[in-house]
């Protein structure tokens, strides 16, 4: 019979979650005593709309992606736009509108990464309706799923296994009902909860069932609270972002003192015409700044985003693309990610002596005693559906920790008995006869619950009578052997950690064909320390009887190797170790606790899916590695330049359209294909010397060989238009070293890098050749000495970049 509580509302029960003296109170919506808990029949329909119309409603919006605003605002406001935009607003004062260019270019980057990002905002959101969690709200006596913005304060919301606490509240009802509350508090064990007591939002349920009564929501509970305090967008660390963070401080760092040497020395000690003198001093600074990198990774990650939303993945945080991608440990739980959720009963065998009928019996009225049976539980109600001859008077729900679930039944004539149904190597003795005969099932990979009967009660049974062993054949899933297969080519490990017996998870991983299936673990002989406990996960592949403490310790072990450790998994057991591996990876048919702490959300249940993520992943880290490489290195030379212009005490020998002209054809154009293409290279860690082993030498033998063209052009010509042929001696041997080092980074070669790399060349070949372009671009090739000199210092220096850089692989390794 249901009980039901007075809710003391003086404070909380002892045991119960703590209130916050620090917290700070509301002045404006001071906090409101909880409503009574005896309304078994929730709110009415007049009541909701009064709550509604007082603004009493839990109106905190499920962020899985930034605002419009707030894309907009980082798009807009950075601090190399504002430096870009002052330069070119003087630029429009001072010079043609060739000069000017590079304002447009920075126009047009920002509008396809707003627009990029915005589409991958429209994919995130409507995901992330699909996966919503919708919890079981109690209302004129009827219980219907709503959307979790439309709970009202003092809504009855209904509570089962694997649900999570949307919202702060006091329990009205409890049937064995246990709540995990550690991602809150710490506290591993379940807390088992009674009427009257607290449930904080953040907890889920592990076990039974009940209902609580809203007495929070909004930005007044709990979660909501953590929610704004840590944006769901930017929890999973990423090393490329930070890496670029890193490089463009270094970056601003160095512009600072070179740019204004520059200024000085182009407007104050040169005498020469003051608006030629201020467009070659923005010509100058503009190409120091690497302004299409942010950009780049931003619509990356979109793209990213848009292209696993149409394979139905919800990615919670943009960056769990590519941490994924650096993953080298993969743990899977067996049911619901290898196989399927459902399974079917093949058989039921007798032991002891006991009749079919009446353990057929049996088992229709332990399926009858669970409101929320699991999977396996489902099979045998589906099996034997008729089982409401007995009353149920107790009954003990299924927990991952204890590994059987129970029920005691009035027979009528033939008084009460206690039964429990669960894993058979805990229920019985080691000697127990009956666990050969189980052991042979398990190595067909098949799942064997112990059918027992119970001396003492269901919290102490005593002695237990082997009755039955229910024999259930679980569906594997097609695409799982593909998918294994793939992490194994990738040099990813697979380590399957399930909470079945370790045989039976041995044998249905050798199914599928994982290296190491054979040589199972039972996780209860696992040892404690987190040290051996690597030392055994290295080992081992297949590990069965985990509880899920120990699938967290066994993240953490892993994590503690150096391992960046991805964990799958659809169940309330799975939660803990979700929220501790680097990346969580659920189920769309998970629990909603489940879903909620994973990063990445495999909505069509596709295990397949995974490599795909895999696959974005690795492209996003290794082409913007590539084409970081390609803007660093021009950042490098423009600050050499310009610290030997300065030095030298002589003109800069360009002008703003000449480094738009050099930037748009050897990184512009050439990176924006790079960044999107098919890279299925490991990721790797170090971003930051990664890019800058190659970025250094690279600018290095860049501004040398440009600066020595155009000091040898200085002393080959003379009167009038010598500065322009200068400038253009110089930016043909600039164009070549950059072409080169494009060239390099294209590598390895395919038909459409070399047609890109060609395609750049032409253009710049068509520049130096059709007259109005000559004159637009102020680039004109005098006599035949100099140009070929231009041409002769560029292969010197692109000989020595190829020199370089295999030197650097072979001293500096990735």
């Known amino acids: 019979m249901t009980q039901w509580a007075r809710i003391d509302t003086d404070g909380p029960e002892p045991g119960g979650p703590s209130i916050d003296a620090g917290a700070e109170l509301d002045p ?43 894309i907009v605002r980082a798009n807009v406001f950075t601090r190399f736009n504002a430096i870009i935009g002052v330069l070119w607003v003087i630029m429009l004062f001072v010079a043609p509108i060739q000069d000017s260019l590079f304002g447009f270019v920075i126009i047009a980057n920002t509008g396809i990464g707003i627009i990029q990002e915005l589409r991958a905002k429209k994919t995130l959101d409507g995901l992330a309706v699909i996966g919503e969690a919708k919890p079981t709200v109690r209302r004129d006596g009827r219980a219907a799923e709503i959307s979790t913005s439309e709970i009202v304060l003092g809504d009855l919301v209904e509570l089962g296994p694997g649900d999570k606490v949307v919202v702060d509240g006091v329990v009205a009802e409890a049937d064995s009902l246990e709540i995990d509350e ?151 739980d067996k049911t619901g990610t290898l196989t399927e959720g459902g399974m079917d009963v093949t058989e039921v065998r007798s032991l002891n002596g006991a009749d079919d009928g009446y353990v057929r019996k049996v088992l229709g009225a332990i399926g009858t005693s669970d409101p929320r049976p699991n999977a396996s539980l489902q099979a045998i109600i589906d099996a034997y559906p008729d089982g409401e001859g007995w009353r149920c008077t107790d009954a003990l729900p299924f927990s991952s920790a204890r590994k059987y679930s129970g029920a005691r039944f009035d027979e009528g004539d033939s008084g009460t008995s206690t039964w429990l149904l669960g894993a058979p190597d805990v229920l019985l003795p080691a000697d127990d006869p009956a666990l050969t005969e189980i052991e042979h099932l398990n190595e067909q990979g098949l799942r064997v619950l112990l059918l027992a009967r119970a001396s003492g009660t269901l919290e102490t049974p005593g002695d237990t009578e082997a009755t039955a062993l229910v024999v259930l054949e679980q569906r594997l899933r097609p695409d799982a052997s593909e998918t294994l297969a793939y992490f194994a080519d990738q040099d990813v490990a697979a380590k399957v950690i399930s909470g079945d017996n370790a045989v039976s998870v041995g044998a249905v991983a050798g199914k599928l064909g994982l290296p190491g299936a054979e040589n199972t673990v039972d996780a209860r002989t696992l040892p404690a320390e987190r040290e051996d406990m690597a030392q055994a996960l290295d080992e081992g592949a297949v590990f069965g009887r985990v509880t899920p403490q120990q699938k967290r310790d066994m993240v953490g072990a892993l994590q503690s190797r150096g391992h960046t450790v991805a964990m799958t998994g659809d169940g309330v057991n799975d939660v803990l170790a979700l929220k501790d591996a680097d990346i969580g990876v659920s189920m769309g048919s998970g629990s909603e606790a489940t879903r909620a702490v994973a990063q990445i959300v495999l909505l069509n249940n596709s295990f397949s899916t995974l490599p795909s993520v895999v696959a974005e992943g690795r492209r996003v880290i290794g082409n913007i590695t590539r084409v970081a490489t390609l803007f660093l290195t021009k950042t490098v030379y423009s600050v050499l330049l310009a610290i030997l212009v300065v030095c030298s005490q002589v003109e800069y020998p360009f002008l703003p359209r000449h480094l738009t002209l050099l930037s748009t054809l050897t990184i512009g154009v050439p990176a924006f294909f790079l960044a999107l293409a098919p890279n299925k290279e490991r990721a790797k860690p170090h971003f930051v010397r990664r890019v800058m082993r190659y970025a250094i030498p690279g600018g290095i033998i860049a501004a040398a060989a440009t600066f020595c063209t155009y000091l040898l052009a200085r002393s080959h010509y003379s009167g009038p238009g010598s500065l322009e042929a200068e400038t253009s001696a110089a930016t043909l041997t600039l164009f070549l070293v950059s072409m080169w080092v494009l060239a390099i980074i294209a590598r390895p070669y395919t038909w459409w890098r070399i047609g890109l790399v060609a395609a750049m060349g032409t253009g710049f070949l068509i520049v130096l050749v059709v007259p109005w372009l000559q004159d637009f671009f102020a680039l004109k090739l005098v006599g035949t000495t100099m140009p070929w000199t231009a041409v002769a210092i560029a292969a010197a220096g692109a000989a020595l970049l190829e020199l370089v850089w295999r030197w650097v692989d072979r001293r500096f390794p990735a």
């Open 182 to 332: 550690s991602l809150l508090t710490g506290e591993a064990d379940p807390v088992v909860k009674q009427p009257g007591d607290q449930v904080m939002s953040g907890s889920f349920v592990v076990a039974g069932g009940g209902a609580f009564t809203a007495t929070k929501v909004g930005r007044e509970a709990y979660a909501a609270q953590l929610a704004e305090e840590a944006s769901r967008f930017t929890l999973v660390h990423s090393e490329l972002r930070s890496g670029i963070s890193t490089i463009l401080k270094y970056v601003t760092w160095m512009m600072v003192p070179t740019a204004t040497g520059l200024i000085i020395s182009q407007l104050v000690v040169k005498d020469n015409n003051f608006k030629d003198s201020v467009a070659r001093t923005v010509g100058g600074i503009v190409p120091m700044i690497p302004e299409g990198l942010v950009l780049l990774t931003s619509v990356a990650f979109a793209i990213g985003v848009i292209r696993l939303g149409r394979k139905q993945c919800l990615v919670q945080e943009l960056p769990a693309i590519e941490g994924l991608a650096r993953v080298d440990v993969v743990c899977l």
């Open 28 to 70: 404006v919506h001071p906090v409101k005593p909880p409503e009574p808990a005896g309304r078994p029949d929730g709110l009415t329909s007049a009541e909701v709309a009064e709550r509604i119309a007082r603004g009493e409603v839990n109106d905190v919006p499920v962020r899985s992606s930034r605002s419009t605003a707030d």
